[in-house]
């Protein structure tokens, strides 16, 4: 009887050793659980952190060319009107500035004509988009003049990156 009543003890601490055991195991298998969800929440920003860092070398790169590209200053507008609408007045000119970043902005240039020439209009387009930076024709609306052919209402957007040191 001796025997049997000393191995009761250690049948009891064989089971606690075995519940505790159990209970290592399910608490090391959920924190290896949220260790992994952590790992996984981490390798996504990470991807889009080099998703980002790569779209800002591109910028970054752009903005490089661009410094070693642009003179100081756009070509005067003025110019290019005086030349190929010498007499025209428009009905409204408007002058904005956009700041892109801190060294370059975008100048855009509204003219509204009432009564104008098509062929000298088209002519200013080429010329302007072909200076260096250009102007870009950036919004155009031509409306034809009833009894008056070749002639237009018309009102253009004009623009061009400026560096601005």
């Not at 005067?76 to 025209?88: C, I, K, N």
């Not at 919004?139 to 560096?163: D, K, N």
């Amino acid at each position: 009887m001796m025997g049997r009543a000393q191995n009761g003890p250690l049948w009891m601490v064989s089971l606690i050793v075995l519940c505790a055991g159990i209970v290592i195991v399910a608490s090391a298998s959920h924190a290896l659980a949220k260790a992994r969800e952590r790992m996984d929440r981490t390798m996504a920003h990470a991807r889009e952190l080099r998703t980002l860092e790569a779209g800002f070398a591109s910028v970054r790169d752009a903005e490089t060319l661009l410094r070693s590209l642009a003179p100081p200053r756009i070509p005067e507008f003025d110019v290019l009107l005086d030349t190929h609408l010498p007499r025209a007045m428009p009905q409204r000119r408007l002058e904005n500035r956009r700041v892109v970043t801190p060294e370059w902005s975008v100048l855009d240039l509204s003219l509204a004509y009432e009564s104008v020439e098509v062929a000298k209009i088209m002519a200013l387009i080429v010329e302007a988009e072909g200076t260096r930076p250009p102007w870009r024709l950036s919004a155009c609306a031509v409306r034809a003049l009833p009894g008056e052919p070749g002639r237009a209402h018309v009102e253009m957007t004009f623009s061009a990156i400026q560096h601005t040191p």
